[in-house]
């Protein structure tokens, strides 16, 4: 259920997902084509896993406001 009131706080989820995608394509690119970006490609796949969690934890946040959405 979506709470429409201004006190509950958006989560930013949408956006972890969007840079985990972005960490997961570079994780690709360093791996196979041998580019150097500062890390090696496994380090750029643990940064996509750690955002992608952060993400699930941001999308199962609860509103806890008292409003009723009827």
């Known amino acids: 259920m979506n ?3 201004k006190k509950c706080v958006k ?3 949408h956006v972890l ?8 394509i ?3 690119i360093v791996s196979l084509f041998k580019v150097e970006l500062y ?3 496994t380090q750029w796949m643990l940064i ?3 955002l992608a969690i952060y993400a ?3 999308f199962g946040r609860k509103c806890e406001c ?3 959405d009827k």
């Open 17 to 24: 997902i969007l840079f985990s995608m972005i960490a997961l």
């Open 48 to 50: 996509a896993i750690v």
């Open 66 to 68: 008292d409003c009723d």
């Open 39 to 41: 890390l090696a490609g």
């Open 3 to 5: 709470c429409n009131c």
């Open 56 to 58: 699930s934890i941001a």
């Open 26 to 28: 570079l994780s690709a």
């Open 11 to 13: 989560s930013g989820g």
